[in-house]
């Protein structure tokens, strides 16, 4: 997939940063957090571009990857409170405390074309639900919700699987019932995340398919 994104080098003291942004925003797709069940709703065009955003940011150790997504078209259905994306490898060590100032930094960007690698990124994925069967597995994502953003801090893998997660429900959301009437279908999930001490429900993200209206042009593909 090719992405057309937004670069920017902000510096904070010492520091330079590299942010990237998707060009254009991702209008029908909306994330409440989860607390404990969040929500990813959104349309082939949104599904398919976070699958690529995310394998971008897999194989981007040394890069933030911002994703818009609390200003789009407000979603009909869906719970919680609209809040942003960031992803982050761990190692970056960003902290979610010093991410609204940064933000705030995000005047002018340069424009970025990148293209992501379908075929490592399904490697990569499988390779993380092999190793997520043993008992030593540690690979999680992290999670953490500040300044109505999401942060997800992962690794190549974790990362890969998300990518795959997403493209998953881009390529089968569209043939769920009920979807041509508007209505949003769960799909996946994203389930790798870390779990908080004590028990209760686990954390996740449901993943839901929803075409944007005017739902009479939308036709599922096997009709």
């Avoid at 990124?121 to 500040?146: I, K, N, V, Y």
């Avoid at 699987?161 to 979807?179: D, H, I, L, N, S």
């Amino acid at each position: 997939m090719r992405l057309s994104l937004t670069e920017f080098r902000p510096r904070t003291g010492p520091h330079e940063h590299r942010i990237v942004q998707p060009r254009h925003p991702l209008r029908h797709t909306s994330l409440s957090a989860p607390e404990p069940i969040g929500l990813l709703l959104g349309d082939h065009d949104g599904l398919n571009r976070l699958a690529g955003l995310c394998s971008f940011a897999a194989y981007s150790r040394h890069t933030i990857v911002h994703v818009p997504l609390r200003d789009g078209v407000p979603p009909d259905e869906g719970w919680g409170q609209r809040v942003d994306l960031v992803l982050a490898h761990h190692s970056y060590g960003l902290r979610p405390s010093a991410w609204p100032a940064l933000r705030r930094t995000l005047k002018a960007g340069t424009p970025l074309s990148a293209r992501t690698d379908e075929a490592r990124t399904d490697a990569d994925a499988a390779a993380w639900l092999r190793r997520s069967e043993h008992a030593d597995f540690r690979d999680e994502l992290r999670h953490a919700t500040h300044a109505r953003t999401l942060f997800l801090f992962g690794s190549r893998e974790s990362f890969a699987q998300v990518a795959a997660t997403f493209a998953y429900a881009a390529g089968w959301g569209p043939r769920q019932k009920g979807v041509a009437k508007g209505h949003m279908a769960r799909v996946t999930g994203i389930w790798g995340l870390t779990q908080p001490p004590g028990g209760g429900h686990p954390y996740e993200i449901e993943v839901c398919f929803k075409p944007y209206p005017p739902y009479a042009h939308f036709k599922r593909p096997d009709r």
